[in-house]
């Protein structure tokens, strides 16, 4: 057993500390044998959890999550300083200084009038940081972990700022049409099919772009209306779906659509 006094009120120390204690001799075995990439899933798991306590607006459960997703940035940081790379000081240090740089509004002298003025001052920041002399640069910066549909807005969002982009939404809805009828012949020929409808989901992503509508955000919306409705096609059917013939099925699927 580890000797360790918990305090009436646990500080940023003592979480430190716990972890140390968890991932040394007479520890946890589990977290003794874990590795950034054994808890590379854990990460993102927690981070979605947080956002998913912030859509449902439940404070205590964002509370609890926004602690597991502190306990992932510290524990990556205990294996990192075990293995002579960095410490967590050493986050913290180079966030504060990037927080400070990348704020010259505040700290410095820079002006910026309002919110877009203040991101446009982040970018450009940030692309001197990074050393990002293109927006080719700036557009393969951008995570390859995130979602696929917030990539992709995040891709446009950038091409856009080079210039790159329409000036409207009716091209965007054209190639969206263009598209779809790439994918149905890529459909009926069985080749490319994966390339075409990934095509579409960009295409789609930017319509929604121009709409004011986040894809993924749009998606997610998506999915709850399918589970609502397929709920509804359970207790309508009262029985086994796959006992019934698709015309049945899609005529309980309009009735469930009439009542979510």
Known sequence: MVNFQMAETCGMDDLLKIVELLRSPGGCPWDMAQTHQSIRANMLEEAYEAADAIDQGDMDNLKEELGDVL???????????????????????????KLVYRHPHVFGEVEARDGAEALSVWDAQKRVEKGQSTAGDALDSVARALPALTRAASLQRKAAKAGFDWREISPALDKLSEEMEELRAAVRENTNVEEELGDLLFAAVKVGRFAGVDGETALQNACEKFIRRFRAVERLAEGPLDRLDVPTLEALWRQAKKEA
């Open 71 to 97: 306990l992932q940035v510290v524990f990556h940081a205990s294996m990192a300083r075990q293995a002579g790379c960095f410490t967590f000081e050493d986050v913290v240090d180079g966030i504060c200084k």
